[in-house]
């Protein structure tokens, strides 16, 4: 699911389980061109995260889908009705709020 190439992340964490397997991150950004409010840049305010894992023979490895968030400066404080964070939604799950992937469900 990963591009080949991709650093694998390691991540400190309670669950013990969770080290024994390869991470990877895809990231979901928003176009450049949207990247922008009334001439302004956008500032990257902080990002959503889900996790899902992903069977692939013989081993199993975790995708962190990071959507990163944008705000716009010039738009702080001003009530109008254009959205003043933008970022792109996760992608469809098969279970909502999941961690399971399509592959995951093939019995084969």
């Known amino acids: 699911m990963c591009a ?3 650093m694998p992340v390691r991540t400190m ?12 991150q895809a990231v979901h950004d928003l176009p450049d061109e949207d990247k922008a409010c009334r001439g302004s840049p956008l500032t990257r305010i902080g990002e959503e995260v889900s996790e899902q894992e992903v069977f692939v023979p013989a ?13 716009c400066r ?24 999941g961690i399971a992937t399509p592959v ?3 019995i084969s």
């Open 4 to 6: 080949t190439g991709s």
């Open 13 to 24: 964490t309670a669950d013990p389980s969770r080290t024994a397997h390869a991470e990877c």
């Open 59 to 71: 081993k199993v490895q975790i995708v962190r889908h990071i959507c990163p968030m944008y705000a």
């Open 74 to 97: 010039k738009c702080e404080g001003v009530e109008d009705d254009r959205h003043t964070v933008k970022n792109v939604p996760m992608p469809p799950q098969v279970i909502p709020k």
């Open 104 to 106: 995951s469900w093939r």
